[in-house]
């Protein structure tokens, strides 16, 4: 039998890449023998996430801003993001760091293209097995999530974008749109464009929705480009590439995390946050407490978050009208700064209840009803 691995990283996706880019960093991971997994190709995504101060992967982080606009049918509003910033990070440019830097400065790591098919625990360590092989190791990182894993109900933010290059300089390469329902408000569910602008002429224009159906192609394009037209009626316009996905916004059951030395990663130990599927932050936070042995951080429940995102859920699926209404008031009435904080679940219990004040207040009202009943 071969020598066992240190460590096996199931998946090479969000979460796989950054505990590699984390293990690569630190000295006491440096030397570790860690074998990657994943049979299925690198996928462009754009990651974005926001953060104050020096980010463990600001190496890789193509473009920030500082300030967000948020827009509605009758109004438009651009703030500071204060003392956050708003980053992206490429997947595609992690993916390039992987295979072609860290694999040969870190000679004792390997990458298979293979299906893991399961993981049992043998003695003192695991067996990982594919169709192909099997692979012992101390330690499993595993990022696959099983639909089963997720809770009820089956919510997806689901979205396509395009990359676009403008013929003439409008667009303000400091400020992000973060969610624009000016041409979106008169949908059945819950949708927005999302634009990330990369200089003067390129953005990427992001169409997303809140629902368990998913859309066809068309629909996201068409949202898309009749607000490009809308807002930049003199320019004409190129498409360079489009990117597509979908997150699931639910709890994720996390009984399978608690083994000796097996830790479910990313999406599947539940660090997408489920009322917004923004996840980057939330696993490099997980990972590290998992790298530096400070489990117990990373397991710990945000209790009342939970149940604020348990409301707006259930507000998405039962009452889909009242949540534009609501994001609406959340940014009209609160500084972005703010919302950040809450939204990363660092805010006070003070600055919650003046956040619930601003809202309207009877969706939230029957959303309790539903959940005590
Ligand atoms: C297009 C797109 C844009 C996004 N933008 C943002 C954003 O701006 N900000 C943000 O915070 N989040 C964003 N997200 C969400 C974020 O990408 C995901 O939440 C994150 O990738 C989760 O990381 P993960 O490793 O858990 O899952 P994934 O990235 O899905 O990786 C899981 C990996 O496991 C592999 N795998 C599955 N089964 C097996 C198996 N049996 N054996 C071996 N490998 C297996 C898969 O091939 C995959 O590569 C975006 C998602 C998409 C799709």
Redesign the pocket.
């Known amino acids: 039998m071969d020598k066992p691995w240190d460590a096996i990283v199931?998946?090479?996706?969000?979460?796989?890449l950054q505990l590699a880019y984390l293990c690569h960093l630190d000295a006491n991971w440096k030397n570790k023998r860690i074998l990657f997994?994943?049979?299925?190709p690198p996928t462009k995504?754009?990651?974005?996430?926001w953060h104050q101060g020096a980010h463990s992967l600001d190496a890789m982080v193509e473009k920030s801003w500082s300030k967000l606009h948020i827009g509605t049918r009758d109004s438009s509003k651009i703030q500071s993001t204060g003392n956050y910033s708003y980053r992206m990070i490429d997947s595609l440019s992690l993916y390039d760091w992987f295979f072609d830097t860290a694999l040969r400065l870190n000679p004792q790591w390997s990458f298979a293209s293979d299906?893991?098919t399961s993981c049992i625990r043998n003695s003192k360590q695991w067996q990982i097995t594919t169709p192909v092989i099997s692979y012992f190791a101390e330690t499993i990182y595993d990022?696959?999530?099983s639909p089963t894993d997720l809770v009820p109900p089956h919510i997806f933010q689901h979205f396509k974008g395009m990359m676009i290059e403008l013929d003439k300089p409008l667009l303000d390469p400091n400020t992000a749109t973060f969610m624009d329902f000016s041409t979106t408000y008169h949908f059945p569910e819950p949708a927005f464009v999302y634009v990330l602008p990369f200089s003067e002429t390129r953005a990427l224009v992001e169409t997303t929705a809140f629902s368990s159906r998913f859309w066809a192609d068309e629909t996201y394009d068409n949202i898309s480009v009749d607000y490009i037209k809308r807002k930049f009626p003199d320019a004409q316009f190129q498409v360079l590439s489009t990117?597509?996905?979908r997150?699931p916004m639910a709890f994720v059951n996390e009984a399978t995390s608690l083994e000796p030395g097996f830790y479910k990663?990313?999406?599947?130990a539940g660090k997408?946050k489920a009322t917004t599927?923004?996840?980057?932050n939330r696993?490099n936070h997980h990972l590290q407490c998992l790298l530096t042995n400070k489990e117990s951080l990373a397991h710990e429940s945000a209790g009342r978050f939970k149940f604020y995102d348990s409301l707006l859920l259930s507000i998405i699926e039962k009452e889909p009208q009242s949540v534009t209404p609501i994001f609406r008031e959340l940014f009209q009435k609160n500084e972005i700064e703010k919302i950040l904080r809450f939204l990363d679940e660092d805010s006070t219990l003070t600055d919650e209840i003046k956040i619930f004040a601003s809202l309207p207040w009877s969706p939230f009202l029957k959303a309790l009803v539903r959940k005590w009943r």
């Not at 997994?37 to 299925?40: M, S, T, V």
């Not at 990663?265 to 599947?268: E, N």
């Not at 599927?277 to 980057?280: I, V």
């Open positions: 199931i998946g090479l996706g969000g979460a796989g997994i994943d049979p299925n995504k754009t990651w974005c996430f299906t893991v990022s696959r999530l990117e597509k996905g997150i990663i990313g999406g599947a997408i599927g923004y996840a980057f696993i």
